[in-house]
């Protein structure tokens, strides 16, 4: 059942991310392109940009239960901090393409 009303759906799924809920980001994101299913023009328009998405939550999610988290060295937390900030950024920016996407449509 999705929670994100279709006009947000980039700040809704950046907020389960922070909130660290990411399959369930994953299950709204899917959820809110399905809803667009009598739109097949959008979903083919899409699609790229959902599986980058879908990636790019996996990898916050890798990244942030990294296992041996405290063994690490300060310096490599912090490249792999950053990179999670990279990836949530990149992630904005794909969900804005899809919102783009659907108003042009």
């Known amino acids: 059942m ?13 907020a389960l991310v922070a909130q660290e809920n990411y399959d369930r980001a994953k299950e709204d994101l899917q959820d809110y392109i399905d809803l667009k299913g009598s739109y097949p023009a959008f979903q083919g328009r899409v699609r790229r940009y959902v599986e ?13 239960d990294f296992p041996g988290w405290a063994s690490l060295s300060l310096s490599k937390q912090q490249e792999i ?11 904005k ?13």
Do not use: F, M, W
């Open 52 to 64: 980058h998405c879908t990636d790019l939550i996996q990898a916050i999610q890798t990244k942030r």
């Open 2 to 14: 999705i929670l994100i009303a279709p006009s947000s759906v980039c700040s809704g799924v950046l």
């Open 81 to 91: 901090h950053e990179k999670v900030l990279e990836h949530y950024e990149e992630l």
């Open 93 to 105: 920016q794909n969900l804005k393409h899809i919102e783009k996407i659907e108003r042009d449509s």
